[in-house]
């Protein structure tokens, strides 16, 4: 708890979270949500894809949104590291944010499981035909990128400590 | 306006997000949910227009835009709902009225779209340029969109104080 609260009070944590403009917090949230579009929206159209939807489709080009993906990914890293910075104890000390990193780590394996299955060697012009495992892996994707959505939005909910540094005052 | 919150306050649809401990944050998780299925199929559709993924014709990802549809329903009921919780948070919010006016021009837009190139967007085969309009309305939809998750997500910081009903 003393390391918390050392980073709480920390030069960067504090001007997060006190800087009264909506550059500081409300901006790292504003990155935080931008970033869950963008990863979740590629998931999304992917997984749906590989679902079936597009059946007389190929899938192949798709793989040209995994970049942008990636620059999803990378914008929620460092936003919500810069999160923690300046609450650190509000989510460590909750369960259900070691449950989202959780699900987010799933959802990349399965991901790229899938990634493996409908981009390798895939001609970019030939029809995409789903076989059952691609489609319960892109089912469980999407429902693994929805539970990441609903524990991070209830972390804001069920903190049972806010800052580090009140618990040890 | 007074009359028509006080009346938006006594709905059962308040009643229920203001009382249920969980139906706030189970309504964001949802409005959160609606927003990715746009972005993956709009937004996804907006990138094609603009060049990427060119190898599937545009008229192919048109046909996700349903699942798009289904995510917009979801945002919009979940956002009547955070609304009839405590309306004056944000018919008096900078920040939800910046949202309002983004989600109109994104309507316009895509009135706009369909009138004017969908035809042309439709006929289009894979590896194909869209036409210099359609790419316009490709990169104005994602801006708004953008524009729109940004408004939002700062609505909590432009509150009012509250009002006593």
Sequence with gaps: ???????????????????????AFPFILFLHTLGLGIVVGVNVAINVWALGFARRHPIGPLQQLMPVMWI???INAVSGVLLLVAYPAKALTNP???????LIAA??????????????????????????????VAGATLALWAGTIGTGRFLAYTHSVLMATDVLN | ???????????????????????????????????????????????????????????????????????????????????SGAPDQYFYNSAFHVKAVCLALMGINVVLFYRLQFSAVAAMGPNDDAPLPARVMGGVSLVLLIAVMCAGRLITFYRPPGIIY
């Design chain 1, 107 to 136: 959802a990349l394996v399965l991901l790229s499981w899938l990634g493996r299955q409908v981009f390798a060697g895939a001609d970019s012009r030939r029809v995409f035909v789903p076989d059952i495992r691609v489609k319960v």
């Design chain 1, 1 to 23: 708890m003393a390391f918390l609260a050392a980073i709480e009070q920390s030069a960067l944590g504090v001007w997060i979270r006190e800087t009264p403009t909506v550059f």
């Design chain 2, 1 to 83: 306006m007074q009359a028509l919150m006080n009346w938006i306050v006594n709905t059962p649809a308040s009643y229920f997000v203001t009382t249920w401990q969980w139906a706030w944050p189970i309504c964001e998780s949802l409005h959160f949910i609606g927003l990715t299925l746009m972005a993956g199929t709009v937004g996804v559709f907006d990138l094609r227009l603009l060049g990427l993924a060119k190898g599937i014709r545009p008229g192919a990802m048109h046909g996700l835009l349903r699942f798009g549809l289904v995510g917009f329903g979801i945002s919009v009921l979940t956002g009547l709902l955070f609304i």
């Design chain 1, 96 to 102: 259900i944010f070691y449950i989202k990193l959780g």
């Design chain 1, 72 to 74: 999803g990914f990378a």
